[in-house]
């Protein structure tokens, strides 16, 4: 990600935590020590929290929505 938004930041701090609880919850701290399927969920665990956030926000107004496409193209 090239110059994150506020927004984008305050995401990144909600899902960090996220990704910890599950390393806990798992009993791994060390990536290299991942199964696929553990890596795998922890990307889950990761951009699915970021992506709440970021629509949570949106909700509330405080992330302005994205341009809507011209003419079909996005």
Known sequence: ???PDEHEIAAIAVASPM????LDSIGKTDLALLTEA????????IITAYQDEL????DQGRHP???LAVGGQS
Do not use: F, I, K
């Not at 990704?19 to 599950?22: D, I, L, N, S, V």
């Open 38 to 45: 553990e890596w795998l969920t922890l990307l889950e665990v």
């Open 55 to 58: 629509a949570r926000r949106l």
């Open 19 to 22: 990704a910890g609880e599950y």
């Open 1 to 3: 990600m090239v110059d």
């Open 65 to 67: 929505a994205p341009p």
